[in-house]
């Protein structure tokens, strides 16, 4: 089946710091994958994505790469800020009949002080 | 565009109680889902819909129904709530069909507690 394993948290990191939260997934298929981050008292807004292996996908100073020999998708920024604070979930889509569905990993929580 | 709507934001029911959690999008977006968000758990598929009238269960369907009767709109019924449905729950809506897979744009949540 399709399941994924996510970093536990809560991380606290200062501001300008290395943030790495490690992910790592089980697919039946050939599955497209996704960092998803939600922002206190809001829904989840996509951050990035990647749709095959070695794809690299980057945002907002965030990247992850489609590491299909390692089954991985680890988010990385090189110097997190304040305003980064937020839970990171990383997921992944299995289409099935053109449907989008997602399967989420547990959320890392992080905290960036400054 | 308002984008993904739900109401209520917040719910408070007694044991066996019924609701409907309403969620709504004007994106003219085929897919449509619901999750529910647990501590320690991520999101868990509730049900989801590929079109008008097309429905089918995701991986938590038990005590839940839904309906599809036209695009915009993909409610979500508790037809007896028990405590284990205390959670908050998210709508999310996107593009269907073949290619590359779409963003899904999730509502704000609605917080759900049951006792």
């Known amino acids: 089946g399709n399941s994924v394993t996510q970093m536990e948290g809560p991380v606290t990191l200062s501001e300008e710091a290395f943030l790495t939260i490690n992910c790592t997934y089980t697919?039946?298929?050939?599955?497209?994958l996704f960092w998803y981050v939600q922002y206190p008292g809001e829904g989840l807004q996509l951050l990035l994505k990647?749709?095959?292996?070695?794809d690299k996908g980057s945002n907002k100073g965030f990247e992850a790469t489609y590491r299909k020999e390692t089954t991985s998708f680890h988010l990385e920024k090189g110097s997190v800020q304040v305003s980064d604070s937020a839970v990171y979930f990383c997921?992944?889509?299995?289409?099935?009949?053109?449907?989008?569905?997602?399967?989420f990993g547990t959320g890392t929580r992080l905290t960036v002080i400054p | 565009n308002a984008g993904v709507t739900q109401t209520p934001k917040f719910q408070v029911l007694k044991t066996g109680q019924s609701m409907t959690l309403q969620c709504a999008q004007d994106?003219?977006?085929?897919?449509m889902s619901w999750y529910r968000q647990d501590p320690g758990m991520g999101l868990r598929l509730i049900h989801y819909?590929?079109?008008?009238?097309?429905?089918d269960q995701g991986e938590v369907p038990n005590g839940y129904n839904v309906s599809r009767s036209t695009t915009e709109d993909f409610p979500l019924r508790l037809l007896s709530a028990a405590p284990s449905q205390t959670s908050v729950y998210f709508c999310?809506?996107?593009?269907?069909?073949?290619?590359?897979?779409?963003?899904?744009?999730f509502g704000p949540g609605t917080r759900l507690t049951v006792t």
């Open positions: 999310a809506s996107s593009y269907a069909g073949g290619g590359p897979p779409y963003e899904q744009y």
């Open positions: 990647a749709t095959k292996a070695d």
């Open positions: 994106m003219n977006h085929e897919y």
């Open positions: 997921a992944l889509s299995d289409r099935v009949a053109g449907a989008n569905n997602l399967f």
């Open positions: 697919a039946t298929g050939y599955p497209s």
């Open positions: 819909s590929v079109g008008a009238g097309i429905t």
